[in-house]
């Protein structure tokens, strides 16, 4: 017979990497270890937009664990996802300055998403002041780092009036250059590349136009 936790029951794995939560009212053949995330999975999660939902999903066992990796070893992945679970109360209290904090620091560190999200916020004005000026520096970095949200959202600024026309041929070469397989945003990518070409020299637009890395 299967013996019930009366009590809720902290177990910590002995393989690395591993943890695990046992509710109350569970069985200890019901509890499942949760393995952390290593780096190369949490970015393809970030880049997918499932990174908070996986943390809630694994019921938020591995909540110490990810603040370690972000406050003591500082992994960008992992500050990200700190950031992000503090700015909006993920599995913990909702500390929003916090958490752009940690979101900096993965930027700082050259992590596009972070880049790219911050530039996203204060371009719109979510948790922090609308600032776009500040939005085209963090944009122009994560664009650079082949980022597609990135670029898509620079040229947007680009063709409000922010930003500098020296930077026109840059981001259009990322995003000529840029490769989807979502044809509402390959039409779009169209427009903004067609709407940006007007404000370019013929020239500036040819060398755009030269292929990646070249």
């Not at 970015?43 to 909540?63: E, G, S, W, Y």
């Not at 930027?107 to 000026?133: C, F, I, M, W």
């Not at 963090?138 to 680009?158: D, G, H, P, T």
Request: overall charge neutral; some cysteine.
């Amino acid at each position: 017979m299967k013996r019930i936790l009366s009590t809720a029951l902290f177990i910590c794995v002995s393989v690395t990497g591993f943890s695990a939560h046992a509710l109350e009212g569970e069985t200890v053949e019901e509890l499942r270890a949760v393995q952390l995330y290593s780096q190369d999975a949490l970015i393809d999660m970030i880049n997918a937009n499932t990174h908070l939902d996986k943390v809630v999903a694994d019921r938020c066992q591995l909540v110490q664990d990810i603040e370690a990796r972000a406050d003591v070893l500082k992994i960008p992945a992992y500050q990200f996802l700190w950031g992000d679970m503090l700015a909006w109360g993920v599995c913990v209290d909702a500390a929003p300055s916090r958490g752009i904090g940690y979101m900096e620091d993965a930027a700082n560190q050259g992590l596009p998403a972070a880049l790219e999200q911050l530039g996203r916020y204060y371009a719109k004005g979510t948790l922090v002041q609308q600032d776009k000026s500040r939005a085209v520096v963090y944009l122009r970095e994560a664009a650079a780092l082949k980022n597609l949200k990135a670029q898509i959202r620079l040229v947007e600024l680009f063709l409000e009036g922010y930003g500098s026309p020296y930077d026109y041929e840059d981001a259009y070469h990322w995003l000529y250059n840029s490769v989807t397989n979502d044809k509402k945003q390959h039409q779009k990518i169209s427009s903004y590349l067609a709407r940006l070409e007007k404000l370019m020299h013929p020239k500036a637009v040819r060398q755009a136009k030269r292929p990646m890395d070249s």
